[in-house]
């Protein structure tokens, strides 16, 4: 069984929209629908699988990027709307997508230490458990901005 690369790449970029815990998976009727970024082929597993690692490399929840339906809820948890675009945070997060997967194929395929192939980066990367990436080096979990 051979595994698509862009699956595998997009799949371990930038990880996750929501905590497992309050992910509310598809049901086996529902075809994600408004795929922009991720393959239209993906599968349900595959798709829940990038919105776990979404969810864990920013610390949200499902509601962060997609629309809650307001009164109604499935299995316990809030209705969502995925396909909505009401949310800005998910075209950012799209725009994200495509920024780490240009990143890791146009610089980092091509580039080795020692001889051997870096690996790629991922929304945790620079995220770290966070909506916001660190962009500098005061921004780092445990540092002491008072410092000189």
Same mark, same amino acid.
Request: with cysteine; charged share 25%.
């Given at each position: 069984?051979?595994?698509?690369?862009?699956?595998?790449?997009?799949?371990?970029?930038?990880?996750?929209?929501?905590?497992?815990?309050?992910?509310?998976?598809?049901?086996?009727?529902?075809?994600?629908?408004?795929?922009?970024?991720?393959?239209?082929?993906?599968?349900?597993?595959?798709?829940?699988?990038?919105?776990?690692?979404?969810?864990?490399?920013?610390?949200?929840?499902?509601?962060?990027?997609?629309?809650?339906?307001?009164?109604?809820?499935?299995? $316990?948890?809030?209705?969502?709307?995925?396909?909505? @675009?009401?949310? %800005?945070?998910? !075209?950012?997060? #799209?725009?994200?997508?495509?920024?780490?997967?240009?990143?890791?194929?146009?610089?980092?395929?091509?580039?080795?230490?020692?001889?051997?192939?870096?690996?790629?980066?991922?929304?945790?990367?620079?995220?770290? $458990?966070?909506?916001?990436?660190?962009?500098?080096? @005061?921004?780092? %979990?445990?540092? !002491?901005?008072? #410092?000189?």
């Amino acid at each position: 069984m051979r595994i698509n690369k862009k699956t595998i790449l997009i799949a371990s970029l930038c990880g996750g929209m929501i905590f497992m815990q309050s992910f509310v998976p598809l049901q086996h009727n529902d075809k994600a629908t408004n795929l922009k970024v991720l393959p239209k082929d993906i599968s349900e597993k595959e798709l829940h699988d990038v919105m776990r690692t979404f969810s864990k490399s920013l610390g949200v929840h499902c509601d962060f990027c997609h629309v809650k339906v307001e009164g109604q809820m499935e299995g $316990g948890h809030p209705k969502m709307d995925f396909a909505a @675009d009401t949310k %800005p945070e998910k !075209n950012t997060a #799209r725009d994200m997508m495509r920024m780490t997967m240009a990143i890791n194929n146009d610089h980092i395929s091509k580039m080795k230490i020692d001889g051997h192939k870096m690996e790629e980066i991922a929304c945790v990367t620079c995220h770290m $458990g966070r909506t916001s990436p660190i962009v500098s080096v @005061d921004s780092l %979990p445990g540092q !002491n901005k008072d #410092r000189h």
